[in-house]
């Protein structure tokens, strides 16, 4: 499965921003999806992820709350909805199927492909 992340961007405290990531390949329901980020200086971090069929969802506690993970298997996207904004939140999005292991743990994941830059000012 090959990913690209879309939809960062430059948004104030308190705004949203909704990222996708489209999937080639047959293949992408049968996965588990997952996003990470990284910021500057610091190690990559999960994020959030969902299920194959989309029934069950987990984040992150810094997330908990404030982002929403969905997919369109029909569309082979899944999507990422981020509100209530944070200066903490800046940083390279990414996202990537599950391959084995737990969803919450990046290791877990195949390759997470080009991110997505998001910046939010205070």
């Known amino acids: 499965v090959q990913l690209q992340a879309s939809g960062g961007g430059l948004v104030q405290a308190g705004g949203s921003l909704r990222l996708s990531c489209a999937a080639s390949?047959?293949?992408?329901?049968?996965?588990?999806m997952g996003w990470s980020r990284q910021a500057p200086g610091k190690e990559r971090e999960f994020v959030a992820a969902i299920s194959w069929s989309g029934g069950s969802t987990y984040y992150a506690d810094s997330v908990k709350g404030r982002f929403t993970i969905s997919r369109d298997n029909a569309k082979n996207t899944v999507y990422l909805q981020m509100n209530s904004l944070r200066p903490e939140d800046t940083a390279v999005y990414y996202c990537?199927?599950?391959?084995?292991?737990?969803?919450?743990?990046?290791?877990?994941?195949?390759?997470w492909g080009q991110g997505t830059q998001v910046t939010v000012s205070s």
């Open positions: 990537a199927a599950s391959i084995s292991g737990s969803v919450y743990s990046i290791l877990s994941y195949g390759d």
């Open positions: 390949g047959r293949t992408f329901s049968t996965y588990d």
